[in-house]
Structures are given as C-alpha cells and as structure tokens.
T-cell receptor, first 110, second 117 residues
Framework: AAGVIQSPRHLIKEKRETATLKCYPIPRHDTVYWYQQGPGQDPQFLISFYEKMQSDKGSIPDRFSAQQFSDYHSELNMSSLELGDSALYFC?????????FGSGTRLTVV | KNQVEQSPQSLIILEGKNCTLQCNYTVSPFSNLRWYKQDTGRGPVSLTIMTFSENTKSNGRYTATLDADTKQSSLHITASQLSDSASYICVVSRLRFSSGSARQLTFGSGTQLTVLP
C-alpha cells in the first residue's frame, strides 16, 4: 500500500540558507500535518492543511511557511535557517482516523 | 492542558520476555489513542488505534488496552525480539470542532525500549 512520501530524506544546509521539504500524502487523504522533532525531543506540531487550506497552526516560526497544492502534496519552506532548526521533520496525512506518518526529512544546519 | 504522560521513560528487557508500557492522558475532547513505534531518525509507525468504545486491540505481539474512564492505556509486548528496540510513543487525538474538522495530535514523550540478547 502507498505510504506518505517525504523528500529529501536528508538535507544539509548552511546558516541563513533556505530549504524546502516536500510531503506526498496517501492518495485520498484530505489532511496533512507537519511536525518538527529535535534530538531526544517530542514531536512539535507546526502546521496542518485540510483540503488545501491551512486548518491549524502550532509552533511554526515566522521564518517557515507551508502550503498544500492542488494535487494535495505539501511543501514546508524554511528561510534564514538557524542551527537550532536542525531536526527531523516529518509529515502525516489522514482521512478521518487513519493517520500515517512519513519517514521524515533529516535537516542538518551547519 | 492537554497532556500525554508515558512511563517508564526507558526500559531494558531480555529477548523473549514480556513488557508493559503505560500511557496516561488528559486530552479532551478525546477522539482516539494510538501507539506508535519509532526507530531512531524515522517517522512513527502505527501499531494500534483505539477509540472511546474499545477496550483492547491486538496487532501480532502487541496488545493495547484503553480505559476511557481513568484515561489510561497500556501497550503489552509479548515474546520480545531484538527488533522491538525502539521508542514507543502514545499519541492521543483531540477533536476540533472547526471548519475542515482538522484534528490535532498530542504526543507522549515515549518509552525507550531496549531488548538485549
């Protein structure tokens, strides 16, 4: 069965650079969530989209933005990267109760 | 405040032994509770999902229980294997009565399970 696909799997950026993370939800899932998980930390909810509209906002910095496109894939754009942005970023998609997580993108800011 | 607390924080057991992980929550209004297995550097993988009306659910060697009255859940792992070494996370979903019916998940801090040969 198709899963949630995230790309890239790993990303290394320098401070002040920009990064774009992509998430392809399970077909027909109508909601996408983005999470940030620092080393040894709980996942922190960033933002979610329902039917291509932002539906909920968590602890997403102003330097980050996200959107969901007509094909339901979502992108998380991160600008002016800081060392503290180094983390595992994963998205989840759902339809009703069927949450499924992607394997995540490991972002390292150097 | 919506919270999910897990215990123990870490657990070391020998291969073949059983273990039980605990999860207490205060999330409201409650929608469902999931147990996930998360390997280091990977996204969580669902083990079980339980709604308000379900008391027990099994998935192979994993058995989850839910007591919605006391807001407690447990995950029992039988005949542990080396590959069971991972972080086990309890995630509770809260209903949001807003347009789009988006739901927000509250994560526990996880129990780090190590299975030794």
């Amino acid at each position: 069965a198709a899963g949630v696909i995230q790309s890239p799997r790993h990303l290394i950026k320098e401070k002040r650079e920009t990064a774009t993370l992509k998430c392809y939800p399970i077909p027909r899932h109508d909601t996408v969530y983005w999470y940030q998980q620092g080393p040894g930390q709980d996942p922190q909810f960033l933002i979610s989209f329902y039917e291509k509209m932002q539906s909920d906002k968590g602890s997403i910095p102003d330097r980050f933005s996200a959107q969901q496109f007509s094909d339901y894939h979502s992108e998380l754009n991160m600008s002016s990267l800081e060392l503290g942005d180094s983390a595992l970023y994963f998205c989840a998609s759902s339809l009703y109760e069927g949450y499924t997580f992607g394997s995540g993108t490991r972002l390292t800011v150097v | 405040k919506n919270q999910v607390e897990q215990s123990p924080q870490s657990l070391i057991i020998l291969e073949g032994k059983n273990c039980t992980l605990q999860c207490n929550y205060t999330v409201s209004p409650f929608s469902n509770l999931r147990w996930y297995k998360q390997d280091t550097g990977r996204g969580p993988v669902s083990l079980t999902i339980m709604t308000f009306s379900e008391n027990t659910k099994s998935n192979g060697r994993y058995t989850a229980t839910l007591d919605a009255d006391t807001k407690q859940s447990s995950l029992h792992i039988t005949a542990s294997q080396l590959s069971d070494s991972a972080s086990y996370i309890c995630v509770v979903s809260r209903l949001r009565f807003s347009s789009g019916s988006a739901r927000q998940l509250t994560f526990g801090s996880g129990t780090q399970l190590t299975v030794l040969p």
